[in-house]
């Protein structure tokens, strides 16, 4: 058969295969021959048709497991791009492609393709201008430089999930959504008791100066669910009320709200319960204590936090001077540092004795 | 043998107490384990009169325990940490008599406190005792709580003689009292054991078991053994100085009133005195006051055998003081209805436990096994818990979507809908059945993350149990506390950090991180100051025999038991340092606290000071009150970290 | 002096030393300060079973105050600074305040055990203090058999009344060396109490090793002192408690 002839049908062999299967899909000799393309289902005909595309770069040669020989399709775009690229290219962004959206190290690069590293060097950087791949930041080794195809999207495992951004952790990112997660959890975890009685408690508030910052809100009254009650949120409820709330740009996916979960357990501000309906978030506090809460600004460094006066949040040494004294290793009686001269006593005493 | 601030803070409390003299020869006695008399003398320089005396008036207050060695004939003196420590506590269980069992039995007490040991012949003969008014007025807050005093004005003094109080008019329930201390266990029989140190007894029960022919007949391990567990069992039936035996009634103690306030905890009681519900609590008291004089079967009068000798019991106050610390954190997010249903738990669960647990020392955290209470059933509690509190307003609905539904939970919200449903309920909520639901309610909302407080025993027949972990609960309030620490110290992210540590045990920083959610900076930093702190540590694992930085993974663990037994050291430590301040205070005002402790001045303040000093008096007052709450504050913490 | 100079304190034990605590002094040759600033704690408010308990605490510690068995180890100069030189010239007869002398509050040196109107419960406490809380009770006189080892414990406060004098001797050899930095102790210790002398060669050897061990956590002064109780002047600094035996 002539070269245009085999041309001719290693062209009708890509279309069939494009349109019969996925493009993921691993071709063995079978699946070609299983097309009827091949007259008389001769493979060295085939071998050759095949070479032909591997050369024009619309099939990617692959190895399963068990060493047999076995081809991928690549799409004409593709294609084209591989056509222009130089055979140590080719060679990279072969491998390069094969990993997706893990990426891969560049080392792991180097000892895949057995490039000297100055060639792999500018084979990279020209397939970074062509804007084929990009070099991504992996969290688990920030140091390590590491590229994937440019049109894909990395996977959590580089990025370390939604929450971090190039890498770093996205703190503000979190903190929001966090502080937007504990809210409405205890919106579904208190019961809140109808305004009505509430009213006339408030005015009396107001009246005594004490704006607060939500004044068309009445001073509202919560009550604890019944322990058998089931109504709290799950993951699903709680993942869709944030996709929901426009607070996030990018889609979360419930991997990620989990994570803030169990963060915000940690923090004692929610807690998991195991419900017959699977498991299920309670928030510590009533709607109106985390909004204060989380209202309520962080002192400065440095500055004097003032009285503490949540219950359970303070003991004796946190009360005494001595508990956070910086000489407190050192002060003995009769030393340099003692009880006696103690210059914290002092004003410790003047500030607790004020109010 | 005590570290040296457990030890030196005992010596401080003594001083305290009881002067330099039991001061100098209890830190001797400390420093040198155990002595015989003419060793002490030698040792503490002090003459032989001084010696003889102190050491009689400490034995009488069980400052340091004797032991005379068949032997060589000696008597040996040894120190008493936990007695002299206790000293500290005596404020709190004053208190707590007081706010449990009324302002006369915190005097029996106090009165015991005072004598060391007393027989019940010698305290019925205590001038401050015959009165049911305190000889002193000491505060007016206590009067409005005490309903004794309510009604009668009996003058101060011992206008009556002692002895026969029937036939009196209105004599001070003594008798009734004493009994109640002694039916909820807080006093104790006082027995020849309790004056030799632990050590001692167990020695001496050893070898009178090893003497037992049954115990020779055995060999090797087995006897060894078998002297070991008989000998245990020795020391605790000398020990033994339970009262609360034949004193119970009904599963309750003498002095408990059934269906009233004095069966509730202090939560309750806050609420009544600050409410508007003044009236109320009057007729409450005049009830009180008639349950006082006729109990039943007269039996609450009937005098307790005179020759009987008492002392406190600390054992059993410390549970009692432990399940108040229970109530709080039932307190701090549950509703006071909850709050108070629990304390009624915690009371039937008080009278059946001794003491806080049964191993000498607190066990490793990984290696501690749980000890639950034994279980109490909702009818019993029912008929502890106050009538009148109301249980159904504290929760919310099953359907949040109706503002109340047919259980009626919601008798209060009812204006709005549902009319007639509503006063159905009420009838309906006021009965047993309806109670008993809401009991196990409000329970079982206890029983909940984040309180875990309770848990629930349902048995085949019969309506559900509730009981109380002892052990989980005292390991949270122990990290309670030094979460409370790390907060104040290093802020909430730190909080998280160590939570996130204690729950995974080793970590790496980036699983750490992962975890946390913290930017490296802030957890890096968080982490540094924790070492320094002493509140996490870090682990090397080398990948290679080179122990190269670069190949070597660091974890991050938090070590509680370690942990605890620092702070617990610094606490003991902060409490002799602030002690000590508060001595030097003292000194630097020393010629004015003289003046107003003269024998014409005292008690007369007002009329000998002017008002400029009685101004100083009363800021000297308040400074060593705020000195002494710290002090009491640290001892909540010790309390935590090696009672309970 | 301004411990709260702001912004500098921090929280915590990891705080920044400033050295601006001392505002008259030289920055550059400041040596670190013993007490770094930092932002002393605010207690919570002390709530009312708090204050209850504090007054408690305090109405017992008062009643042990009062009662007959606080007992400071020096009533004329016990609330002096140890050491001091008030205390060291303090003189007991002249040094009160005389304006309220008999009003003022007066310390015990020894705690009062009988005629307090008290019965101890004998059988607690080791027979060599019976008679001390039971004044009536004769050492050699047999009782009821309460204890088998009435004998050794006789033979044994037979060997303690001659230590007791060996003992004092021994204070009073100590406090003279020490007073006069070795110097003639012999001398010393003579003319405190000539009749003691034959007593103290005997003494010396025993008690020389275990002053040294005892290092210097004695109070010279002090034992000077109760050398002196020893021969009956106690009764001055203890207001009147006699005892009866």
Same mark, same amino acid.
């Not at chain 1, 500055?303 to 219950?311: A, R």
């Not at chain 2, 009233?260 to 905890?265: E, P, T």
């Not at chain 2, 909940?448 to 407080?453: A, K, N």
């Not at chain 3, 040196?109 to 307090?116: D, E, N, Q, R, Y």
């Given at each position: 058969m002539s070269e245009s002839g085999i041309g001719e049908l290693a062209s009708q062999l890509y279309d069939a295969c494009l349109e019969s299967y996925d493009t993921n899909h691993l071709f063995y000799q079978q699946d070609f021959l299983s097309l009827d393309i091949i007259p008389k289902n001769d493979p060295q005909l085939l071998l050759k048709c095949t070479q032909q595309l591997v050369d024009q770069k619309l099939l990617r040669l692959h190895q399963d497991k068990n060493e047999r020989l076995a081809w991928k399709i690549i799409s004409r775009e593709d294609a084209d791009k591989l056509q222009n690229l130089s055979a140590d290219e080719g060679l990279v962004y072969n491998v390069i492609h094969s990993t997706a959206r893990s990426g891969i190290w560049v080392r792991a690069i180097q000892t895949r393709t057995n490039l000297h590293k100055s060639i792999l060097d500018r084979c990279l950087k020209s397939l970074e201008g062509k804007n084929y791949i990009k070099s991504v930041h992996n969290v688990?080794?920030?140091?390590r430089k590491m590229y994937m195809l440019a049109g894909l999207a990395p996977s959590e495992d580089i990025t370390g999930g939604?929450?971090?951004t190039d890498g770093v952790l996205d703190a503000n990112f979190i903190n929001s959504v966090a502080g937007y997660i504990e809210y409405t959890v205890s919106r579904k975890s208190w019961f809140e008791v109808p305004a009505d009685r509430g009213r006339t408690a408030k005015r009396i508030k107001t009246a005594t100066?004490?704006?607060?910052?939500?004044?068309?809100?009445?001073e509202k009254t919560y009550l604890p669910y019944p322990?058998?009650?089931?109504g709290y949120p799950t993951v699903q409820t709680i993942t869709n009320a944030v996709n929901e709330?426009?607070?996030?740009?990018v889609r979360l996916g419930e991997e990620s709200i989990v994570q803030l979960l169990q963060m915000l357990c940690f923090d004692k501000k929610l807690v998991e319960l195991n419900l017959k309906n699977g498991t299920a978030y309670k928030s510590v506090k009533n709607p109106e204590a985390v909004k204060e809460k989380q209202s309520r600004k962080h002192p400065a460094?440095?500055?004097?936090?003032?009285?503490?006066?949540?219950?359970?949040?303070?003991n004796g040494m946190t009360d005494s001077?001595?508990?956070?004294?910086?000489s407190f290793r050192l002060?003995?009686?009769?030393?340099?540092?003692s009880p006696e001269t103690c210059e914290y006593f002092d004003p410790w005493m003047e500030k607790n004795l004020a109010f | 043998m005590l570290s040296q601030y457990a030890a030196e803070l005992c010596m401080l409390l003594i001083e305290d107490h009881f002067g330099e003299l039991f001061a100098r020869i209890f830190s001797i006695l400390q420093r040198y384990e155990r002595l015989t008399l003419p060793r002490l003398k030698f040792y503490s320089r002090l003459n032989d009169k001084q010696l003889r005396h102190a050491l009689a008036a400490m034995i009488q207050h069980h400052l340091i325990y004797h032991f005379t060695s068949l032997e060589d004939g000696n008597t040996y003196y040894e120190a008493n940490p936990q007695a002299a420590y206790y000293l500290v506590r005596s404020g709190k269980i004053l208190q707590l008599v007081e706010e449990r069992l009324g302002e006369y039995a915190a005097r029996v007490m106090e009165a015991i406190l005072y004598l060391g040991h007393a027989s019940v012949k010698e305290l019925e003969g205590r001038p401050e005792l015959r009165?049911?008014?305190?000889?002193a007025p000491n505060g007016i807050k206590h009067e409005e709580e005490?309903?004794?005093?309510?009604?009668m004005d009996m003058e101060d003094g011992p206008a009556t003689t002692n002895?026969?109080?029937?036939?009196?008019?209105?004599?001070?329930?003594f008798h009734a009292t004493l009994k109640a201390l002694a039916s909820h266990g807080y006093i104790l029989r006082v027995r020849d054991?309790?004056?030799?140190s632990p050590a001692d007894n167990f020695l001496e029960a050893q070898r009178a078991v090893a003497a037992r022919s049954d115990i020779k007949a055995l060999k090797g391990k087995k006897q060894e053994e078998a002297i070991r567990e008989k000998a245990q069992e020795l020391v605790q039936e000398r020990t033994n100085?339970?009262?609360?035996q034949g004193l119970m009634f009904n599963g309750l103690p003498r002095g408990v009133k059934r269906k009233?306030?004095?069966?509730?905890?202090n939560g309750q009681r806050q609420n009544r005195q600050n409410g508007v519900n003044g009236d109320h609590a009057e007729d409450e008291e005049e009830e009180e006051e008639n349950e006082w004089s006729e109990d039943?079967?007269?039996?609450?009068?009937?005098?307790?055998?005179?020759?009987l000798v008492v002392r406190v019991n600390y054992e059993k106050l410390d549970v009692a003081l432990r399940n108040a610390r229970f109530v709080d954190l039932a307190q701090q997010d549950a509703p006071s209805a909850t709050a108070e249903v629990y304390a009624c738990l915690l009371r039937r669960v008080e009278y059946i436990t001794?003491?806080?647990?049964?191993?000498?020392e607190i066990p490793r955290e990984k290696e501690e096994g749980e000890q639950f209470s034994t279980p109490i059933s909702v009818q019993t509690l029912l008929e502890d818990? &106050? !009538? =009148?509190?109301?249980?159904?307003?504290?929760l919310g609905p099953? &359907? !949040? =979507?109706?503002?109340?539904n047919r259980r009626g939970k919601r008798p209060l919200e009812n204006g709005v809908d549902d009319h007639d449903d509503a006063d159905d309920d009420e009838d309906e909520a006021s009965s047993g059945a309806m109670r008993a639901y809401l009991v196990n309610q409000h329970l079982g909302l206890l029983s909940?993350?984040?309180?875990?407080?309770a848990s629930s025993v349902t048995l085949s027949v019969g309506p559900s149990k509730w009981r109380v972990g002892f052990r989980g609960l005292a390991r949270k309030l122990r990290h309670l506390e030094l979460e409370r620490m790390i907060e104040s110290r290093f802020g909430d992210v730190a909080l998280r950090v160590v939570r996130v540590l204690q729950a995974k045990g080793k970590l790496d920083e980036k699983r750490l991180q992962e975890i946390s959610l913290l930017p490296f900076k802030d957890l890096r930093q968080t982490l540094a100051s924790m070492q320094r702190g002493g509140f996490v540590d870090l682990q090397e694992v080398p990948k290679?025999?080179?122990?190269q930085p670069s190949k070597t993974i660091f974890l991050w663990y938090h070590d509680a038991d370690r942990v605890c037994s620092s702070i617990l050291e610094d606490t003991y430590k902060a409490m002799s340092r602030t002690l000590q301040r508060i001595k030097h205070e003292r000194e630097l005002e020393r010629d004015f606290l003289e003046k107003t402790e003269r024998s014409d001045v005292k008690g007369h303040e007002e009329e000998y000071l002017t008002e400029g000093e009685l101004e100083r008096l009363q800021r000297w007052k308040n400074k060593e009150a705020l000195f002494l709450a710290a002090v009491a504050r640290l001892d909540d913490m010790v309390a935590v970290f090696r009672d309970y | 002096m301004s411990r709260f100079a702001g912004k500098k304190g921090k929280r915590g034990p990891g705080a920044e030393f400033t050295w601006?605590?001392?505002?008259?002094?030289e920055p550059d040759t400041?040596?670190?300060?013993?007490y770094p600033a930092y932002v002393v704690p605010y207690a919570r408010k002390i709530s009312t079973k708090e204050q209850i308990a504090v007054d408690k605490y305090r109405q017992l510690r008062e009643a042990h105050h009062e009662?007959?068995?606080?007992?400071?180890?020096?009533?004329?100069?016990?609330?002096?600074?140890?050491?001091?030189a008030a205390r060291a010239n303090f003189d007991p007869f002249t040094g009160m305040?005389?304006?309220s002398g008999r009003y003022q509050k007066k310390h015990r040196?020894?705690?009062?055990?009988?005629?307090?109107g008290r019965d101890y419960?004998?059988?607690?406490?080791p027979r060599e203090l019976w008679q001390i809380i039971?004044?009536?009770?004769?050492?050699?006189a047999s009782l009821d058999?309460?204890?088998?080892?009435t004998n050794a414990v006789s033979n044994k406060r037979g060997f303690e009344d001659e230590e007791d004098e060996e003992d004092a001797a021994a204070k009073r050899r100590a406090t003279g060396g020490n007073e006069d930095e070795g110097d003639d102790d012999q001398n010393e210790g003579g003319l405190l109490d000539g009749d003691e002398d034959a007593l103290e060669s005997i003494a010396d050897d025993d008690f020389q090793d275990d002053d040294d061990e005892m290092g210097?956590?004695?109070?010279a002064e002090q034992y000077f002192d109760d050398g002196g109780d020893d021969?009956?002047?106690d009764g001055d600094g203890g207001g009147g408690d006699e005892e009866a035996y």
């Open positions: 688990k080794y920030p140091t939604a929450w971090f100066g004490k704006a607060d910052v939500k004044s068309e809100a009445a322990f058998n009650y089931e709330s426009g607070i996030t740009p460094e440095g500055e004097d936090p003032g009285p503490i006066n949540e219950p359970g949040k303070s001077p001595c508990g956070p004294c910086p002060c003995s009686p009769g030393g340099a540092i | 009165s049911r008014k305190p000889m005490e309903p004794q005093e309510n009604g002895g026969d109080h029937d036939g009196e008019d209105k004599p001070a329930p054991a309790h004056f030799q100085g339970d009262l609360t009233f306030s004095n069966g509730l905890a039943e079967d007269g039996f609450d009068n009937i005098p307790m055998e005179s020759g001794p003491r806080c647990r049964d191993s000498e818990i &106050d !009538p =009148s509190l109301d249980l159904t307003g504290a099953m &359907d !949040p =979507s109706q503002s109340m909940q993350p984040p309180f875990d407080l290679d025999a080179q122990r | 601006d605590t001392d505002p008259g002094g400041a040596p670190t300060p013993l009662g007959p068995y606080y007992s400071v180890i020096d009533a004329s100069a016990s609330s002096a600074k140890k050491g001091s305040p005389s304006y040196t020894i705690p009062k055990i009988s005629g307090v419960e004998t059988r607690f406490f039971q004044p009536n009770f004769r050492p050699d058999g309460y204890q088998a080892q210097g956590d004695y109070d021969y009956g002047d």
